[in-house]
């Protein structure tokens, strides 16, 4: 919806509400008017009655009419009612009235409902003169009661004062309203108003009204639109054709003629127009430069990324070099001391060899010196032959350990036996240090894969432990390792209960070239290279949990292979 259509809806909207409450406000006055009027109307019947009650009365006892049966009629008092009935007779307007009470001599003079309430309030309200009230009679039709109380005063005690008082035709004709003082209430002048009257006069009134004020709101709205189309769109309409111009890059628009509240507008939009054309030029000139410079800077940061990539990938494969000659040196140490007692043994048989033969040469031997030549030799042969296989046993894995960590075949291998290799490669760096290492892996627990990556993977996590959670072997501690099979998922969960991290550094392990040991020498890409291995490889997740003083925890999950085909795939 328009601003435009929102207006005119929001000023139409405010004329039908003043419509409406100036009719509500006319007809609620025309009533008002035509209630005041009827009160006047019976204002003026009672005081009609009253006067010709009052001179008819007196001229009546004046007479000197004899007061019988026949001549009682005559009185206002008795006859109003009749009157009254006469009157509906040449008046269409439906107005009765009455002189009624409680305990009337005429029956036609008995007060209903209505006059009963009204006589009750003037009993109770004696100060009151008047009562103007709406009433329904028995059929349900409207009607005012304009009741004015009639007090008993001096010269009416002549009939209604004390019965033997009062005239002998009027003690003969009534047997009631006798007894009364001068103050007492007697009776009430009723007149009733039918409301049907003022309530059609009031919606001719109306009807004359609203039509009248229709075509004044129809053309106080039609003009009202036309104000707001020429003082108010039409503007508007010229300044968003400007901003449009400015959104379409035509900053030579110009806003002309306006004029009122919109004049100062159109100017700034001008001035603004024209500096937003000589700011464009000029930001075209930096654009065009900027962007050969960003070209040129991007070049140069290409042959940077290049360098710096070939330089990441050159310290990684160092890294894993680096790696693999521990590993060598690592199985160097361990196999020499196998080698060397197989070597001092082989030596000692050779003696006693040297010696064996001698003694057969002579000619005479004891047993005796048999048994002390002999005896050693066997010694001899089963310590060369257990050196022996225990260095068979060490080439063996270190065998195994060089090929997965050189060769990227992948092949069914055993878990256990892959972890228990890395253990024994790093023998020599544990040996002399209070750590213990705890496998916990089943042994027939085997998958598709290549060892290497598993191998890769626990001897940077191990070396790490050893470096920075028990400060090179310094402290002593335990490693645990649990690898274990769960829903298709290898689950390797590496635990040790060293020094641990604080929050600031485990954020920032797995980045490449981090490092809290680089003045002994650390490079930072030990754990980088295990994410790469865990993330891009095994295409599984790493996490690490840790807290300063208790140790560090890395759980790995990656998708387990059930064949070398799927691991391929």
């Known amino acids: 919806m328009t601003f435009q259509t929102r207006l005119i809806s929001s000023i139409g909207g405010i004329l039908i509400l003043a419509f409406v409450a100036l ?117 349900g039709e409207q009607f005012y009661l304009y009741a004015r109380p009639i ?33 007492d209430l007697h009776a009430i002048l009723s007149i009733k108003l039918p409301t049907k009257t003022v309530h059609q006069q ?5 009807l004359q009204n609203l039509l009248l004020h229709t075509t004044g709101l129809l053309a106080i709205f039609l003009f009202t639109i036309f104000l707001v189309k020429r003082y108010l ?45 000589n700011q464009q030029d000029e930001l075209k000139e930096m654009v065009d430069s900027l962007d050969h410079r960003v070209k040129q800077r991007t070049m140069e940061l290409d042959a940077k990324i290049k360098e710096l990539t070939l330089t990441r990938n050159e310290l990684i494969q160092s890294e894993k070099m680096a790696s693999l000659g521990r590993l060598v040196a690592g199985f160097a140490h361990e196999i020499n001391t196998p080698i060397g007692v197989a070597n001092s043994a082989a030596s000692y048989l050779e003696e006693n060899t040297q010696s064996l033969q001698k003694l057969v040469s002579r000619d005479e031997v004891s047993e005796e010196e048999l048994e002390a030549c002999i005896g ?41 036996e892959a972890i228990h290799d890395v253990v024994s490669s ?49 402290k002593a501690g335990e490693i645990t390792i649990d690898a274990y ?16 991290m604080e929050s600031e550094q485990l954020n920032h392990i797995f980045e490449p070239f981090f490092t809290t040991n680089r003045q002994f020498g650390g ?17 599984g997740t790493i996490g690490c949990e840790s807290h300063s003083g208790t140790g560090t925890t890395f759980n790995i999950h990656f998708p387990l292979k059930e064949t070398a085909d799927e691991n391929h795939s």
């Open 426 to 474: 790093l023998h020599n760096k544990f040996k002399r240090t209070s750590i213990k290492i705890t496998i916990n892996c089943s042994d027939t627990f085997s998958t598709y894969g290549n060892p290497g990556e598993l191998e890769q993977l626990i001897t940077n996590l191990m070396v790490n432990s050893l470096i920075h959670g028990f400060d090179n072997g310094e």
């Open 151 to 183: 007090w008993v005063e001096t010269y009416c005690l002549n009939c209604h004062g004390k019965r033997n008082d009062a005239p002998q035709p009027i003690q003969d004709l009534y047997q009631t309203a006798f007894n009364y003082k001068a103050g």
């Open 233 to 277: 769109s039409n503007p508007l309409t010229e300044i968003t054709e400007g901003m449009q111009s400015v959104i379409d890059d035509a900053y030579r628009h110009e806003l002309n003629g306006l004029g009122g509240e919109f004049r100062k507008p159109a100017q700034i939009f001008n001035t603004m127009s024209h500096k937003i054309s």
């Open 376 to 416: 050693p030799m066997s010694e001899s042969a089963q310590l060369v032959q257990s050196n022996i296989k225990r260095a068979s046993q060490l080439i063996s894995s270190f065998k195994r350990t060089a090929i997965d960590q050189s060769n990227e075949e992948r092949h069914l291998f055993n878990v256990r």
């Open 202 to 206: 009031a919606q001719e009134h109306f």
């Open 23 to 139: 009719e509500y406000t006319t007809y609620r006055h025309t009533i008002h008017n035509g209630l005041d009027n009827l009160r006047q109307q019976a204002e003026e019947i009672r005081g009609i009655l009253m006067s010709m009650t009052r001179i008819y009365h007196h001229q009546f006892m004046d007479s000197g009419i004899e007061l019988t049966e026949k001549t009682v009629g005559f009185l206002p008092a008795h006859a109003l009612n009749r009157i009254s009935k006469q009157f509906t007779e040449w008046s269409s307007t439906g107005l009765s009235f009455n002189n009624v009470s409680n305990t009337p001599r005429n029956p036609l003079q008995k007060a209903d409902s209505a006059e009963k309430e009204a006589i009750t309030f003037f009993e109770k309200n004696r100060e009151e003169e008047v009562l103007f009230r709406p009433f329904e009679d028995q059929h």
């Open 523 to 539: 490079s930072g890409l030990g754990l980088y290279i295990c994410y790469n291995l865990v993330v891009s490889q095994l295409k």
């Open 485 to 500: 099979q769960e829903d298709q998922q290898f689950t390797l969960v590496y635990h040790d209960n060293g020094a641990g």
